[in-house]
Nanobody, 125 residues
């Protein structure tokens, strides 16, 4: 049984940093692409960042230069380091995994079979 377990989010002041983690079990970690999405109430999932099995990374324009996605095969864990946070980053964040995502579809939520439970990130003073 595949499980993606996310760390807790939290409340962060504007300009602050936060690191999210997503630990996978029940799958061959090295073969999977992992991607972070976020969702605000009443809106669609928004692509944030993804990392393929070969460590190629992809970012949305809104987070490029501020967020970093990485993976640790020894821990079966994917991270999202978020710096210079602003109120527009407030959302529920989800990690997702797929073993068969082509590069052009990394940002497409329909590409992913497995999802974490979500974690709330709130950026506010």
């Amino acid at each position: 049984q595949v499980q993606l377990v996310q760390s807790e989010g939290g409340l962060v002041q504007p300009g602050g940093s936060l690191r999210l983690s997503c630990t996978a079990s029940g799958l061959t970690f090295s073969r999977y692409t992992f991607t972070w999405f976020r969702q605000e109430p009443g809106k669609e999932h928004e692509f944030v960042a993804g990392i393929k099995w070969n460590r190629s990374t992809y970012y949305s324009d809104s987070v490029k230069g501020r967020f970093t996605v990485s993976r640790d095969s020894a821990k079966n864990t994917v991270y999202l380091q978020m710096n210079s946070l602003n109120p527009e980053d407030t959302a529920e964040y989800y990690c997702a995994a797929s073993s068969s995502v082509i590069t052009s579809a990394v940002a497409n939520k329909e590409s992913y079979s497995y999802w974490g439970q979500g974690t709330q990130v709130t950026v506010s003073s």
